[in-house]
T-cell receptor, first 117, second 114 residues
C-alpha cells in the first residue's frame, strides 16, 4: 500500500520567503508527527496531531513555524520569513493508533529537504 | 524527558564481520525503544522495537537488539555485515502514554568494507 508521501521533495527558498511543506499520511492513520533533521543530526520533534487536533507543539523552534491538519488527514508545515538556520530535512510520520500504544509504530515519509539561501 | 546517546558517528565494518551499534537511553518512565535505518534520500525505516516482554528483540534484515534495564542500553547487532547494510542508523526512545514523540540519537553512519 501507499506509504507516507511528502511534497515537495526539495525546496530552495531565499531568506525571508514563506514556504509550505505538505504531508500525506497513510490513509486512516490517526496520529501525525513532524520532525526536523539538521545535517549530521538525528531528527528532532516539532509537533504532533491526533486527527485534526494539534496536541503538542512544544518542539516548534519559533513562532515563524506553524502546522495544521484541518481535516485530520493531510498536514501542512508552514515556515514564515525563512532563515538560513531553517535549512534542514523536514520529516513527517504517521501512525495508526492513538499515540501511546505499544503497537503504535511511526511510519516516516521521505522528507522535504529545505535549503534557505 | 527521554534521550538517547549514540557514540561514534561513523562506524566501519568489514563485510561478514559483526555489526555492533551502541545506544544508551535516559528515561523517567519505562521506555519504548526503537532502531531505525535511513538510506540516502529515503525516510526512516523501522528495524525493530522494544515495548514490553522479551528483552531480546529480532528485527528485519538479520538485526537484533537487547534491552538491558540495568545498563540502560539497547545495543543493535548483526552477526555478519552485508554490503547492503551501509546506511545511517538511529536509536530512539519514547515514553508512550499520551504522546509517542520520539527522541533520536545523533545516528551512526555505517560503512561496509568489502
Amino acid at each position: 500500500g501507499a506509504g507516507v508521501s511528502q511534497s515537495p521533495r526539495y525546496k530552495v527558498a531565499k531568506r525571508g520567503q514563506d514556504v509550505a511543506l505538505r504531508c500525506d499520511p497513510i490513509s486512516g492513520h490517526v496520529s501525525l508527527f513532524w520532525y526536523q533533521q539538521a545535517l549530521g543530526q538525528g531528527p528532532e520533534f516539532l509537533t504532533y496531531f491526533q486527527n485534526e487536533a494539534q496536541l503538542d507543539k512544544s518542539g516548534l523552534p519559533s513562532d515563524r513555524f506553524f502546522a495544521e491538519r484541518p481535516e485530520g488527514s493531510v498536514s501542512t508545515l508552514k515556515i514564515q520569513r525563512t532563515q538560513q538556520e531553517d535549512s534542514a530535512v523536514y520529516l513527517c510520520a504517521s501512525s495508526f493508533l492513538l499515540a501511546g500504544g505499544p503497537e503504535d509504530t511511526q511510519y516516516f515519509g521521505p522528507g522535504t529537504r529545505l535549503t534557505v539561501l | 524527558a527521554q534521550s538517547v546517546t549514540q557514540l561514534g558517528s561513523h562506524v566501519s565494518v568489514s563485510e561478514g564481520a559483526l555489526v555492533l551499534l551502541r545506544c544508551n537511553y535516559s528515561s523517567s518512565v519505562p521506555p519504548y525503544l526503537f532502531w531505525y535505518v535511513q538510506y540516502p534520500n529515503q525516510g526512516l525505516q523501522l528495524l525493530l522495537k522494544y515495548t514490553t516482554g522479551a528483552t531480546l528483540v529480532k528485527g528485519i534484515n538479520g538485526f537484533e537488539a537487547e534491552f538491558k534495564k540495568s545498563e540502560t542500553s539497547f545495543h543493535l547487532t548483526k552477526p555478519s555485515a552485508h554490503m547492503s547494510d551501509a546506511a545511517e542508523y538511529f536509536c530512539a526512545v519514547s515514553a508512550g502514554g499520551g504522546n509517542n514523540r520520539l527522541a533520536f540519537g545523533k545516528g551512526n553512519q555505517v560503512v561496509v568494507i568489502p
